[in-house]
């Protein structure tokens, strides 16, 4: 709310000595103060909202599943995987910052960094292996999913897409991550769980 003085209170203030001008800077600075709590709580909300998200992931996690592609300096299609990735705060809690190994024979090593867009309203995620394969995408929370989509390059150039869902279960301890990767126009389903081992 933005202060004011009542108009008695006003002639009351000049009849003490205190001129109209200071009287008007005290009202501005009300509503600049005003102002900035509000901004800073709308800031507050989204930021509250990806600490909640961040507790969720932070983490050491370990799992395993099937590649449903080739993955170029990194595992053919139909190889099994075991993974393990620990996820931490980074900048500030600004940002959760993913490393994790996995592939055949552990091989692939790669980093993963999810922050929030303020402007879009939505979480960002930029992803990169060993193999030289990345992409980068954004996400979005559907109740207890989070719904992903992405897109980036193979190492040998090709276009690659990601389109998929984590779901949360065993209280927050299981992550089944499920969908679509498209590439060469080849669209094929994956999916697996991985289970938080370490808090």
């Known amino acids: 709310m933005i202060k004011s003085y009542p108009l008695k209170a006003v002639h009351a203030l000049r009849k003490c000595g205190i001129s109209l001008s200071t009287i008007a800077n005290s009202c501005l600075v009300g509503a600049l103060v005003a102002v900035a709590t509000t901004s800073a709580a709308r800031a507050g909300d989204s930021s509250i909202g990806f600490q909640a998200f961040g507790m969720r992931h932070v983490g050491t996690w370990v799992g395993t599943g099937v ?25 500030g809690r600004s940002a959760i910052l993913c490393q994790g190994v996995e592939g055949v024979e552990r091989k692939e090593n790669g980093v993963q960094l999810i922050y929030w867009d303020p402007a879009k309203k939505s979480l960002r995620m930029t992803l990169v292996d060993s193999g030289g394969n990345f992409d980068q995408g954004i996400g979005s929370i559907d109740g207890d999913n989070l719904l992903w989509k992405s897109v980036g390059n193979f190492a040998d150039g090709r276009p690659v897409k990601f389109e998929w869902k984590t779901a949360f279960s065993d209280d927050g301890n299981t992550m089944i991550h499920s969908g679509f990767i498209t590439v060469d126009g080849a669209r094929s389903y994956f999916s697996y769980a991985v289970k938080r081992v370490v808090k």
């Open 67 to 91: 590649y449903s592609t080739d993955f170029p300096g990194v595992a053919k299609k139909g190889e099994k995987f075991t993974t393990t990735s620990t996820c931490s705060w980074t900048a």
